[in-house]
């Protein structure tokens, strides 16, 4: 079966923290059942405008006062996937900051009990639901041993870590983590979300900034410094087989990542003899990115133009971001891909990345 | 007289604090005389490969044990300039990170004894070189009586900042800092280098680098910070007649900046009811870039592609960066800029920004 659009970030929401109590060990169990959840350290950024956009909203009642687009897999199923035409969606969650919370065992036991949920409660009933395996990359040794509990399942496609960190995610402390992904066979994948927040550096190099315009505007700046450290620290020379899906980032910048990077290793590669190719070269191989938002060019030429030069034939993957549609409808921020390359964007390339794992339906 | 080439950046080297000390208060020559240079925060980023590439050096001797291309104004217009064919220089020193500095009086201390040393001693006795106008933001007052003491000297046409500190440059503390450019009608120009070190924040979102090679590749992302700072908090609305040189940051990243921002404004400006344009119209009016690097497109096309994206016939300028020339001649640099855009990013953008101060010789 191949399908007819597979859809790479759907952000299925814990609407009731309840549910996942059960997934962790019992000491946890009072602090996640809190109303407002765990504690986590959150920044100061807050959405505005209109949240979901277009996405479709199930009624408020009685039982559900707090009726969320993506609280329910039935009702996502019925209500987006199936009238949207998309077979598939991979599932990336609301806990995009695990990263940065500065209690690493509190952080990697909540992964655990998440990726369990996840598992039972949308992936295991239902065919068109494949999850992510959610590590927390500040403490590298249990990030490894759930991707090694979790990697072999078929429900699972992916380690997904929050890009907001530490640390550069090409330092060495981190690379049994992508030892881990190789071994079962997994893309990693990051995602924006919890930028400036608790253990994070500031989200920009010069400070934090003022508003959720700026601070959303800002975040591809921690995708730049991650894949110019995965190259430099030579991660793809260690595991040349590993994928990276960088999620909600862009792609305009990607050129610019590239060619001056490829620019300055002529110049200064001897600090890096491990970097054997220009730096481009590993960015077109090992990186994939998602369409959700992609920059709005005012000429359509210009997205032709980029897309050109980041290989989208083969690295571009549809992801529509379900329910966050604040920046518009996901299908309509595609129209202007070109007609030949949208098979591959819509559903091809991302069987490419995930592989077989996508079809077993 | 229509100067054949404008060279926008020439960081001519203190090579003997000796000869800076009588231009700071009494006090401070013991501490500026030392054989280093004065007391100052810096990162562990040390630049690897040839330095100064194809710049001419000058032969040491017993007196000039360290020779330094850019150390003696008589030198560098003899061996640099006329035979290059440049007839204005702009002078944006070596002292980049006075910024980041943790003593703000210090550091105010030594741009004014800077300035009077570029003035007395580079710009004054030669009709080819300007001056920079060097202030610590950190120090906003002290930053305004710098600009306010020499910024109707015809030598001096920018105010230049060192772009790493501790804050966005859209901060409403920095306001004053314009309004005194825009009230001696001097463009303002952020300068890379004292990223990650003092003050800063790392130099990447998600912490420091591990190399020069990925510490200069990232440099970029504090301009994308202020870019978007700059503009969301309503500089350009307080301040129409502002300029903003962006030096040795490349272009490509900009159609990323621009267009991602537009896409988020439709959503998100609420926060911000005083960015009253789509947030690339602020950019392409206010900000300017420089040649030295360009990003290496592997295809001319696609630097085309993107020159005309940024409206580069307005907004590059060509700057040699002399002499630190280890990415490649600067001339080379600048061979794929077609050639009807040829005159004005040599010489006719520079005049269009910095005005008739450029052609009082």
């Known amino acids: 079966?191949?399908?007819?659009?597979?859809?790479?970030?759907?952000?299925?929401?814990?609407?009731?923290?309840?549910?996942?109590?059960?997934?962790?060990?019992?000491?946890?169990?009072?602090?996640?059942?809190?109303?407002?959840?765990?504690?986590?350290?959150?920044?100061?950024?807050?959405?505005?405008?209109?949240?979901?956009?277009?996405?479709?909203?199930?009624?408020?009642?009685?039982?559900?006062?707090?009726?969320?687009?993506?609280?329910?897999?039935?009702?996502?199923?019925?209500?987006?996937?199936?009238?949207?035409?998309?077979?598939?969606?991979?599932?990336?969650?609301?806990?995009?900051?695990?990263?940065?919370?500065?209690?690493?065992?509190?952080?990697?036991?909540?992964?655990?009990?998440?990726?369990?949920?996840?598992?039972?409660?949308?992936?295991?009933?239902?065919?068109?639901?494949?999850?992510?395996?959610?590590?927390?990359?500040?403490?590298?040794?249990?990030?490894?041993?759930?991707?090694?509990?979790?990697?072999?399942?078929?429900?699972?496609?992916?380690?997904?870590?929050?890009?907001?960190?530490?640390?550069?995610?090409?330092?060495?402390?981190?690379?049994?983590?992508?030892?881990?992904?190789?071994?079962?066979d997994l893309p990693v994948a990051l995602h924006l979300g919890g930028e400036g927040a608790g253990i994070s550096a500031p989200a920009t190099p010069v400070g934090h900034p003022s508003t959720y315009f700026e601070w959303y505007g800002a975040l591809p700046q921690g995708y730049m410094a991650h894949v110019t450290s995965m190259v430099t620290e030579g991660v793809f020379e260690r595991f040349p087989a590993l994928k990276v899906v960088l999620y909600e980032g862009g792609i305009f910048w990607l050129p610019h990542v590239m060619w001056r990077f490829d620019k300055n290793w002529k110049a200064q590669r001897s600090e890096t003899p491990w970097v054997k190719e220009l730096p481009s070269a590993y960015i077109l191989?090992?990186?994939?990115?998602t369409t959700y938002p992609l920059e709005a060019a005012p000429d359509p030429t210009y997205l032709h133009q980029v897309l050109a030069m980041v290989n989208a034939e083969r690295t571009l993957l549809f992801a529509s971001n379900y329910p966050n549609w604040e920046l518009g409808d996901p299908f309509d921020m595609v129209r202007d891909v070109p007609e030949e390359l949208r098979r591959r964007v819509m559903g091809e390339n991302a069987l490419a990345v995930y592989g077989k794992r996508l079809t077993k339906g």
């Not at 979901?52 to 009726?67: E, L, M, Q, V």
């Not at 949207?84 to 599932?91: E, T, Y």
């Not at 191989?285 to 990115?289: A, G, I, P, Q, V």
């Open 1 to 184: 079966m191949i399908p007819r659009a597979i859809d790479v970030d759907v952000h299925h929401q814990i609407v009731d923290w309840g549910a996942v109590a059960p997934f962790v060990p019992p000491g946890l169990r009072w602090r996640v059942s809190r109303a407002s959840g765990p504690p986590l350290a959150r920044h100061g950024f807050q959405k505005v405008g209109a949240t979901f956009g277009s996405a479709p909203i199930p009624p408020a009642s009685n039982r559900n006062p707090k009726a969320h687009p993506a609280g329910d897999p039935s009702w996502v199923k019925e209500h987006y996937l199936d009238p949207r035409g998309v077979d598939v969606a991979i599932l990336t969650g609301s806990l995009l900051s695990l990263g940065v919370q500065p209690g690493a065992d509190l952080a990697a036991a909540l992964a655990r009990g998440v990726n369990d949920w996840t598992l039972e409660t949308w992936v295991r009933p239902f065919d068109c639901y494949r999850g992510s395996i959610l590590v927390a990359q500040q403490g590298p040794a249990q990030a490894v041993a759930e991707i090694d509990r979790l990697g072999d399942d078929p429900g699972m496609v992916q380690v997904l870590l929050g890009s907001a960190g530490e640390a550069p995610l090409g330092r060495r402390a981190y690379h049994p983590i992508y030892e881990a992904c190789v071994r079962h």
């Open 285 to 289: 191989r090992h990186f994939y990115s």
